[in-house]
């Protein structure tokens, strides 16, 4: 049973900038859910995603936006990139939602 | 408004020395409340789901309750390797929305 993958590990950006980060969901799981989570802070929701459906989102503006695919494997996307982007973006998957098994993270830096 | 709040913000405990981590939280219908754990540099790793007042589960040292309002992190007779971030989430009935704290930095001397 492999666990969720998050793609690249860390990346650096220009201001304006547009980004794509990638998840792999842990096998079977079909429920994908999205974290920012600043130095020392806690995870902010971003969105979420059942089965190629946002059945639920955070504070975040439109220019933050996913997508599931069949597979269940997610993207994130990002436009016109800010400064304040710079931040570890989580992904977690699970198959109930009773559960969510959390990525390593992508270290995203906006300069 | 929804929202979340751990205390301590930190807490050193010597290996042994038994202590409890708290998590209040408002929000406008609770599906569940979960625990999670984070290590430096890592994604958190899951320990608990709670979804009703008087609900309990244990895991090792680890022992989470739940209330109306507010759930407990136990630990009793901590070791160095309990030394981590815990993190404490609520998932709202509306909108499927996630609310974490942000969180309980414990450390554990021997």
């Known amino acids: 049973e492999t666990g969720v993958t998050q793609s690249p590990t860390h990346l650096i950006k220009t201001r304006g900038q547009q980004v794509t980060l990638r998840c792999s969901s842990q096998s079977g799981h079909n429920t994908v859910s999205w974290y920012q989570q600043a130095l020392g802070q806690g995870p902010q929701f971003i969105f979420q995603?059942?089965?190629?459906?946002?059945?639920g989102r955070g504070n975040f503006p439109p220019r933050f936006s996913g997508l599931q695919f069949p597979n269940y494997s997610s993207e994130l996307n990002v436009n016109a990139l800010e400064l304040d982007d710079s931040a570890l973006y989580l992904c977690?998957?699970?198959?109930?939602?009773?559960?969510?098994?959390f990525g390593s993270g992508t270290r995203l830096t906006v300069v | 408004e929804d929202q979340v709040t751990q205390s301590p913000e930190a807490l050193r405990l010597q290996e042994g020395e038994s202590s409890s981590l708290n998590c209040s939280y408002t929000v406008s219908g609770l599906r569940g409340l979960f625990w999670y754990r984070q290590d430096p540099g890592k994604g958190p790793e899951f320990l608990f789901t709670l979804y009703s007042a008087g609900e309990e589960k244990e895991k090792e040292r680890l022992k989470a309750t739940l209330t109306k309002k507010e759930s407990f992190l136990h630990i009793t007779a901590p070791k160095p390797e309990d030394s981590a971030t815990y993190l404490c989430a609520v998932q709202a009935n509306t909108g499927n929305q996630f609310y974490f704290g942000t969180g309980t930095s414990l450390t554990v001397i021997p």
């Open positions: 977690a998957s699970s198959l109930t939602g009773n559960g969510y098994t």
């Open positions: 995603y059942y089965r190629e459906e946002e059945n």
